[in-house]
């Protein structure tokens, strides 16, 4: 029974991961379900996430108390670094989103740029997101290695043409939403200027009183063409229902192969500078020993 126990693989941790990310991917379009389920999933996302937390509190306690210590390896620092960074952007897009929140019901008007801020860190978080699953793909290939040894010498190829389209479909969402720009709103006077406000997966919309173009989640007031322009999609809520249903295109799978192969895209490239450095690392000669060093 304690073989067959450490044998086991954490599968409840791959099932969490995988809910967060596809839950990630999701609220990146608030027109693929409702505002208010944008602006409920968001909440249940941050519990989820300090769950995912919770799980890995060990490592978390033990790195963190190693952060002065030499020996620790650099791939575990900058692990670290990512996942702080991580939970600092959710943290600041939660709270921007509740504090520009419409369908809740708390009524909160902090005056703020919270709308940039609410982009912005949520467009950070999708690539850390991205380059804290590449950070674990060993973690991954252990877990798949009874289905990846099936497929035999067929495995490594299969791999490479599944990280190839990842790194396409992730290129061309990156190039056909309105990604960068959520990415680089802070940098940009009249994006800031503008709140960001065309739209997009933002919680929020303008100041009270003002609605931005193409917010279809207000409904009536934005409804028919103005609606069609909600979004990086052709065509948004165009019929401008209440809640932002997501009539015009703005579908629950799109968003997420959208908004999943960015994170993937950023996961598979930090596999492959891995793999890069670790094979630099093999071809760099081995420096001599300070004792093995003629004192001049």
Known sequence: MSDTTGKRKPYHKLILDLVLIVLVALLYRKQAISLHFHEVAGLVLFG????????NRKWIVGVTRRLTD???????????AVD????????????????????LGLSLSVPGPWQVVHYTTAALGLALVGIHVGLHLSYLRGIFHPVLSHLGRAAKPVAAVCAAVIVIGGLYSVATTNYLRWLTMPFSASEQGAQGARGDFAVGGAPDGQFPQGDAAEG??????RGARGDFAPAGDGNGARNGAGQGGAGVLPTILSFGSIAGLFAVLTGIIEQLVRCRKKHLPELPSPDSIDQL
């Open 220 to 225: 009536p007031r934005h409804g028919g063409k």
């Open 70 to 80: 030499e020996k620790l390896p650099v791939k575990t620092r900058i692990g670290w």
């Open 48 to 55: 989820l996430f300090a769950i995912h937390m919770l799980f």
């Open 84 to 103: 702080a960074l991580l939970a600092v952007s959710w943290t600041l897009t939660i709270v921007s989103g509740v504090l520009m929140s419409k369908t």
